[in-house]
């Protein structure tokens, strides 16, 4: 069994649903190399996340932000943690539904995507800053 892994570091995007599915190919060219096999992905942050989704049409990505946005709201009072900005425990709490990681699995030196799939990285933030994700891959 073979295992590889790479940490990225992308730089601060705005907020919203970012395709990095480009990015994560690019920086784990091993992945080639695996006939059969599982690519995790894990953002190491608590108010960005990571999800599959729609890859072709860029209004999937709006929507899901105007969903979010809807869903957790900013300037809840009922919010104890909010000394980090009003972003910031909604962020956390959109961070928790997505998740923190996804896992691909490799097919004959491929991520075994849906033909309209692409990973998101999701940004919860106004100014998140920097995200942190490392990408392990295994298999045979």
């Not at 990015?23 to 992945?31: E, F, N, R, W």
């Not at 690519?39 to 999800?51: D, G, Y």
Request: with cysteine; aromatic share 8%.
């Amino acid at each position: 069994m073979k295992i590889f892994q790479q940490s990225l570091t992308f730089r601060e995007k705005r907020r919203g649903f970012h395709l990095i599915t480009g990015d994560i190919l690019q920086a784990m060219p091993q992945i080639s190399e695996i006939s059969t096999g599982m690519c995790q992905v894990f953002i190491q942050h608590t108010s960005a996340s990571l999800t599959i989704n729609e890859n072709a049409d860029p209004t999937v990505r709006k929507d899901f932000e105007m969903y979010f946005n809807k869903t957790v709201k900013e300037n809840d009072p009922d919010y104890e943690h909010d000394y980090e900005g009003s972003d910031d425990m909604p962020a956390h709490l959109k961070a928790s539904l997505l998740g923190s990681s996804v896992m691909i699995p490799i097919r004959n030196g491929r991520l075994a995507l849906g033909t309209w799939q692409g990973i998101y990285l999701c940004e919860h933030r106004d100014r998140g800053g920097a995200r942190g994700v490392v990408v392990t891959v295994w298999g045979e």
